[in-house]
């Protein structure tokens, strides 16, 4: 079932990266996703960084069609679907790569005080794609690393985890599947939820397209334990 949502505000959150804010506000859990619809162009999952907010970097036809809206026309919206992030640990820390942001936003600001500490790691290629948004507000430090060192610590976010995996009693992550790998890997699959990626049509775990293993992304995750991936990322 669709709501139909207007696009009340539409701005530029970093390079090829844009901030849509709908008319409508979802209850939602920081990692879950909604089904976005455009007549005529098709559908996309995206995560929500807020309950009426979605961060959307352009990468092929459905977003670049996306980035034509203007404020004020509509989005067909379904969902929120699937599994977020629980809270869980002290003194965390928060893993980000290049889009992965929005969801890490959506659980700093949901969970801002609730916690002994939050670090957010932003890895990205160039400080002109960092999507930041206003996410000083809700942690406590945030580290910044970029492939060109343009911003930050030339390097990956992964190399700054791995330094200070020690600090932190529990990890949440999103990003580029070998990033993924990588945060299991340093923290042996433990204390650690990351929000996996996979093609995704119904987003309601009927098609199966979206098969991690013997789970399905949309249904089981996109949050997952690492314990969960064990042998599977």
């Excluded at 067909?76 to 629980?86: M, V």
């Excluded at 003194?91 to 957010?120: C, M, V």
Aim: net charge neutral; glycine share 12%; aromatic share 10%.
């Amino acid at each position: 079932m669709y709501s139909v949502v207007e696009v009340e505000e539409i701005w530029e959150v970093a390079r090829n990266i844009k901030a849509f804010r709908f008319s409508k506000g979802y209850e939602f859990t920081p990692g879950q996703f909604i089904m976005v619809w455009l007549p005529g162009v098709g559908e996309k999952p995206f995560s929500l960084a807020w309950n009426d907010l979605i961060v959307v970097k352009r990468v092929g036809p459905f977003t670049r069609r996306l980035f034509e809206l203007e404020e004020g026309e509509h989005l067909w919206i379904r969902g929120p679907y699937g599994r977020g992030f629980e809270p869980k640990g002290k003194k965390i820390a928060l893993l980000a790569g290049g889009i992965g942001i929005p969801p890490l936003y959506a659980f700093a600001r949901q969970n801002h005080g609730k916690f002994e500490g939050i670090t957010l790691i932003y890895g990205a290629r160039s400080k002109e794609e960092l999507a930041l948004m206003d996410v000083e507000e809700y942690v406590d430090e945030v580290t910044i690393a970029t492939d060109d060192g343009s911003a930050g610590r030339k390097g990956l976010p992964t190399d700054l985890l791995a330094e200070r995996k020690k600090e932190f009693d529990h990890v949440y992550a999103c990003g580029p599947e070998p990033m993924l790998k990588a945060i299991l890997k340093i923290m042996n699959h433990n204390n650690v939820q990351i929000s996996a990626e996979r093609y995704m049509r119904c987003g309601i775990g009927v098609c199966g397209s979206c098969n991690l293993g013997k789970y399905l992304v949309c249904r089981d995750g996109p949050v997952f334990d690492g314990s969960q991936l064990r042998g599977l990322l």
